[in-house]
């Protein structure tokens, strides 16, 4: 029979204790006054689990005696005389105890008091007293408040000795957590019994894991809310909703969803179930062929998803308890104990009904408002008999239940709920956001909290008018803009603010496949995709108060509203920079132009990326690009699935494996097999590879055979060689799966002797960082990082090293890549600044004259390439500050480039001025030295020198340059490879393949744009 896994106690001084295991180190403990234990709400309505491990029954112990209960290999001492307990670990070490008999009646509520060591942290409760990241020392009531728009108490507290408690109730209560005893923890509440669950576990990642297997795990979202949400200004029409979307998809930047607020009813805010479209702004129409043509039609072909707010004053509770009732009697029924005459089913259409058919007009998803109708009738007694001070905390989480069980139902795909408010069990049914911080770091600690409650869809309203806002607030498990009744959308920004929102939405969406890999590591086990730092380094001190940083996922260290950032142990890359450090240390960090806040990324990160698209599943991803920051080691468990629908829990999903080793010989690579299958994967699985090393290696190997390099130029197969890219320090190649054996893939990365590496080698503890990944979009290709970083100092040394930057500047402008120029123009003003930041006139000027050679390198005058400098001319006369210098600096790298998209200035001559016109016009036709000698009746050295003379260009360079341009610009608006081929004057698809990317850097499939 084994032990007994359930007990019922008559206490020697009074009353009743039923104590449970619920699963291995799971424990639940009730008290009352009678012995009968009728389940409270959370669990009658199957929003808390508490299934046993063993038959119903209860094993009644004598009075006064000691019980010991253990479930897995932890262990609940309970004294039978007062009722006071103790927690074991599986290690036999006490957890936690009680420091008087808990108490339990009608008459004066419940209540349980704990001892708490002198060093003990605690972290918990949920979306309320934002101010600080560690509970201890706060008192505070579970209660969701009127005045706070976001309010979500979760009775659920952790502890850094290896315990949790969680209340399972539903009426008023506090936590008074050393506040008022420093070394005691009071649970108390007026109302209702004692019922709590313990957990034991040996860090917090175990004690979120038994937690939620209590309270529920996370459901995955659809993948589209994934991307970015956007909510319109109040008072839109079906016209305003489709400027919207329309400026996203013009200026390129990346959503997914697109939000009504909840005036899209005839009569706003409308509660009743007989709420339809506004027939004026939001018309719409039950014809099949008519709604292709309505505003939502025209959302769906552009690729956006409708989402619709609304709020309820609904009486939820009838078809719960219905739904309750048929749930006991299909027990009863199994156990042939009938249905009680008394048991009869309740009847009331459910308050998802009327939405229906909103979502058979094309709705996706539903933003529900935090309105609680107990605040305008606290005396109500509700349809399952519970009072308004009952049912205050459960409402919200009702209401989300049932839209999600409603939409499950009409649907069978996953539903994408959205809530303000909530309580214990929210996370089963709801995403939901923090509301408005006018304290903007505060949303960010909200949101930890809410990660170490258990919640893990979390998300606020971004701060869109702030540097900072869009890093932090793109930097999350969700991404959300509530335009509210202003114009918060992101064509609206000024231009430096408009291009970092773009480049930060760029970032996000290629950082899709990590993103979603954390959110299925949490429907399996509870952490967070925002972990606080605790939750990934319990260990460390340092870490307990971090209210300033975060962790995204297993690699990315995300800083926001700080300059100042802990690292913990181990070797971390700056983001932006590519510079390294060393944990653990407290940095000071200098965050340049392009980006918003602090990020690092931890050694040993092996970090999937997709390519660019407007929107997720906008095209099939069939080469997925690996972003490696070698380590010690390393792994990352890529998962995906079909990412609209349940059939991931049925295992129609594909793991993929990757890990990774450094040392000073070798860096290897693992790529596994895929594991799994599911609906509508992608057949052909190839994967781009973009690993920092400390230099050029002295061989590449992928499944023990060695790649030819292709960085010398020479003619290699781009698919079947590798290349060393100088300006980032990253070595990049391609592997297919057809070249997988049984185990995978093994890449090996042959570390050159330490004696032979270059200047622009000396990396890491020596004297310059790797680099990191371009993350601002573009072709995976062209995701370049931020350059060579910090110069080092002195002798030679220095000089060969100034020379090394302004080679690597020089380059990046070459390229005709903005994003690629810009990133170097970082990199090369950081290096400059920190050899000399006394002289930065000088840098300036040097700067100033690199950007003019090239232009003039590209055959354009200096007035040519820079006209209307006016005002830059004044303003370099006038620069007080070297952020000025910058800036001047970063708005001439801006006209250079784009000047080498434009068409070449007209040259004087009128034989070469009619060649740059048929070049640009007629790219296709024969254009041959020897073509145009006989169409001018010239030498065919004459023209060559003629052009030259004229444009300060190579003709045949110029011709393959103005030849790429066309063509990329082809295959991004979708063009076939071989119609890119044909139309560029290529009759062989093959060798305009290895044109592109012998000129490119990377094939043409980087490039073309490609539509599922």
Known sequence: MGEPKDFLLSLASGGWMRVQTIAPGSFRVRLNETGLFAEPALTRYQIVSAILETERGACKAPPGTVVEIRSGQAMLRMDGRDGQFRLFGADGEERVATSASPWSSDKSGFGVRFRLGGDEALYGLGNIAPERLQRRGLRVEMWGEKQLWASAPIPFLMSSSGWAVMVNTTWRHLFDIGASNENELLIEGLTGELDLFLFAGNDYAELLDAYTNVAGKPPLLPIWMYGLNFCS???????????????????????????????????????????????????????????????????????????????????????????????????????????????????????????????????SAFVLHPNN?????????????????????????????????????QTNRRPAIHIERGYLGMQRFAASTTGTFYTAKHAIVAILHYGLSGHVHTTTNMHLISREGIHADFLLALSRINSMDHFQHPDFLEHPLQELFQRYARLRYSLIPYLYSAAHAAARTGMPIARAMPLMYPRDRHCRELDGQYMLGDFLLVAVYTESVYLPEGVWFDYWTGKRHSGPCLIEVSVPPEAGGPMFVRAGAIIPMWPPMDYIGERRVETLTLDIYPGAHGSFLLYEDDGVSFDYLAGASVQTCLECASDQAMTTVRIAKRKGTFTGMTVKRSYELIVRTNAKPAAVRVGGERRPDRTARNKADPFRSWRYDRLTGTVRFHVAEAEFGEDGVCIEIVHPPKSGRSATARTGAESRSVASVDPFGGPAASMLGRGISDAAGGGGDAISDDLEADNAFAAALESGELRVAEAALTVWWGAKMKQAAAVWQLHVMKGCYLIVRQAERSGWTSADAFKRMEDEAYELAQLQKPEQGYELLQRLVSRLVRQMETPHPGAKHPVIRELLELAMREPERDLSLNAMAERFALHPVHISRLFKKETGRNYYD??????????????????????????????DAGNFSKAFSKYWGEPPVSFKQERC
């Open 958 to 987: 110029y011709v393959i340059s103005m030849r790429m341009m066309r063509a990329k610009q082809l295959l991004r608006e979708g063009h076939k490879v071989y119609d890119a081929a044909s139309l560029c004057g290529f009759k």
């Open 373 to 409: 109708p107990m605040h305008g009738d606290p005396g109500r007694i509700w349809g399952n008999g519970m009072s308004s001070a009952e049912l205050h905390n459960l409402y919200p989480v009702l209401l989300c239940k049932q839209m999600y069980a409603g939409f499950l139902k």
């Open 233 to 363: 200004r109040i008072g839109s029409s079906a016209r305003d909703v489709l400027d919207d979307a329309i400026k996203f998809r013009r200026a390129g930047t990346p959503c997914d969803l697109i939000g009504l607020n909840d005036d899209w009813m005839e009569r706003a805010k409308d509660f009743s179930t007989t709420k339809r479209w506004h027939p004026v702004r939001f018309p719409t129409s039950t014809n099949d062929l008519l709604r292709q043509v309505s505003f939502i039609g025209i959302l769906h072909k552009q690729g956006f998803k409708l989402s619709l707010a609304l709020g309820c004053d609904y009486d939820l509770t009838v078809l719960e308890e219905r739904l309750a009732r048929e749930n006991r009697r299909a027990k009863w029924e199994d156990r042939n104990d009938g249905y009680g005459e008394d048991e009869q089913p309740l009847h009331e259409d459910s308050w998802y009904e009327h939405l229906r058919k909103f979502v058979d007009d094309g709705v």
